[in-house]
């Protein structure tokens, strides 16, 4: 299996990015779908996770209200949409698809830099 991100880039404070994850060689409907950070020096930090059923997406507390993850199991594919982005939201972000009885798996990263 797979996961390939994709839709990072360079964006002004307060401005928008939609990250997409596209997943391959696995069913993906069955796995809960994250979004995980990461800054030079630090730890992988969690940004939000939605399972696999949909429904609500829990998040962060440094991106609630402003990042909504959402997926289209039919598609495969899960995405991050970032509002009102803040200079701190700066990072590589990666998407993970984990379950509990079948595996983990990581994407390669897309980095995000939020700056005038």
């Known amino acids: 299996g797979q996961l390939v991100e994709s839709g990072g880039g360079l964006v002004q404070p307060g401005g928008s990015l939609r990250l997409s994850c596209a997943a391959y060689g696995f069913p993906f409907s069955y796995y809960t779908m994250s979004w995980y950070r990461q800054t030079p020096g630090k730890e992988r930090e969690w940004v939000a996770s939605l399972i696999s059923a949909g429904g609500s997406a829990n998040y962060a507390d440094s991106v609630k209200g402003r990042f909504t993850l959402s997926r289209d199991n039919a598609k495969n594919m899960a995405y991050l949409q970032m509002n009102t982005l803040k200079p701190e939201d700066t990072a590589v972000y990666y998407c993970?698809?984990?379950?509990?009885?079948?595996?983990?798996?990581w994407g390669q990263g897309t980095q995000v830099t939020v700056s005038s």
């Open positions: 993970r698809a984990n379950s509990e009885d079948a595996g983990d798996y």
